[in-house]
């Protein structure tokens, strides 16, 4: 199966569950149209993809990890529509359409978000309920995604980037920022995915390192894209990390030597592939993908 075949029947079955997640609303429910105007704008499913690869790249089915893996897009939904808000990163666009809050007014943007947020706890328990055979598993995925998304990760290096704007940083600190906003979602969901599916100690460790690798490659392509792309590829504004003077990688090492750490972090992660087989292809599909988006320019 092709790479393309692979996203594409990976994709269909997450939405179809997110579907069932946030149903279609009614035209008197604004809160649902809200929360299904960003889910299903057209991202392109990489974190919830990256949990089922990592499954079934130690020999996992899909389906005990489909809930988890969407959960996780819940997560990185309600995130992006409050990135988006004025008192956040103030962005007017996503992916190509008007932000949440621009449609929607900033009160029920925040509430979306809150409701996607909870929800995915919600399908997370109630997965690990149905599951006798992994019920432990199940339970540390609930606990890891939870850390992951909140204070000891993905919401304490958001705070730490607002934090960071204006000031004079250094590499290590732009790095801690970035391992926790972005990195920290990303390795729970390769973590979820590898624990599921029953990886072993040792796969389970190099899965972590590779998903730590992307975590942080996947941060840097966003920082060139910023730097470099445009609205048409991007989905959003330009420039905006330098107008803000937000701590990014091409603030603190300029775009050459930004360059070269992606493709530095990108060997790092397809090294800790090494030792598994063609069923790891699509997690090395991935992590190049993520990359090289931004390669080049």
């Given amino acids: 199966m092709s790479f393309e075949s692979y996203l594409a029947q990976r994709q269909q079955r997450i939405e179809r569950f997110l579907d069932r997640c946030v149903p279609p609303a009614r035209p008197s429910d604004r809160l649902a149209q809200a929360m299904r105007y960003s889910l299903f704008s057209g991202g392109k499913r990489i974190r919830p993809i990256l949990a089922i690869a990592a499954g079934e790249a130690v020999g996992g089915a899909v389906a005990p990890i489909l809930p988890f893996a969407c959960a996780v897009e819940l997560i990185h939904t309600y995130s992006l529509i409050h990135d988006d808000l004025p008192a956040m990163d103030d962005d007017a666009l996503r992916r190509g359409k008007p932000a949440n809050h621009i449609v929607f007014g900033d009160a029920l943007a925040i509430l979306a978000g809150d409701a996607l947020l909870t929800e995915a706890f919600v399908v997370m328990a109630q997965a690990a309920a149905r599951s006798a055979a992994r019920r432990d598993a199940a339970l540390q995925v609930l606990t890891e995604v939870g850390q992951a998304a909140g204070a000891r990760g993905m919401v304490a290096g958001q705070a730490a980037d607002i934090a960071a704007e204006k000031t004079a940083i250094d590499l290590p600190a732009v790095e801690l920022i970035h391992v926790r906003k972005t990195g920290a979602l990303i390795r729970a969901a390769v ?16 899965l972590t390192r590779y998903a730590e690798f992307l975590g942080l490659a996947f941060q840097i392509a966003d920082d060139i894209l910023d730097a470099e792309g445009s609205p048409e590829e991007t989905g959003k504004a330009t420039g905006r990390d330098r107008v803000r003077q937000k701590a990014t990688f091409p603030a603190v090492l300029g775009l050459p030597d930004t360059k070269r750490r992606a493709q530095e972090l990108l060997a790092n992660a397809l090294r800790e592939l090494q030792r598994f087989d063609e069923r790891a292809e699509p997690l090395r599909q991935v992590a190049r993908f993520v990359v090289e988006r931004a390669a080049g320019r």
Avoid: V
């Fill in 191 to 206: 973590r979820a995915g590898a624990l599921l599916g029953g990886a072993r100690a040792n796969q389970l460790r190099r």
